[in-house]
Nanobody, 119 residues
Framework: QVQLVESGGGLVQPGGSLRLSCEAS????????MAWYRQLPGKARDVVAR????????HHVNSVKGRFTISRDNGENTLYLQMNNLKVEDTAVYYC????????????WGQGTQVTVSS
């Protein structure tokens, strides 16, 4: 069965960096686009960044452009989110998701990893 397991969350000070990882299993990783979503406190889940199946194309929402970078290693079945210059408003639960294509809705979700940005 499809499994998506996130890691790398934690507590970081404003301006700091974290790298989230998502290990995928149970399907052919390189056949699917992937994305990171996040859920801010009291808000609905929303997309942060998307990446195509090959990694050739990606899209980041405006609020994280220039600070976050989505990438993937198809040889290792792993998705990444490098987060730099973190802000308090980035505090959220971050989810790894699978997409049928780059702009499709997610069909599988990971369990989420908490990122807290606080001084």
């Amino acid at each position: 069965q499809v499994q998506l397991v996130e890691s790398g969350g934690g507590l970081v000070q404003p301006g700091g960096s974290l790298r989230l990882s998502c290990e995928a299993s149970g399907y052919i990783f390189s056949d699917y686009a992937m994305a990171w979503y996040r859920q801010l406190p009291g808000k609905a889940r929303d997309v942060v960044a998307r990446i195509s199946a090959t990694g050739a194309a990606s899209h980041h929402v405006n609020s994280v452009k220039g600070r976050f970078t989505i990438s993937r290693d198809n040889g290792e079945n792993t998705l990444y989110l490098q987060m730099n210059n973190l802000k308090v408003e980035d505090t959220a639960v971050y989810y790894c998701v699978r997409l049928v294509n780059l702009f499709a809705a997610p069909d599988y979700w990971g369990q989420g990893t908490q990122v807290t940005v606080s001084s």
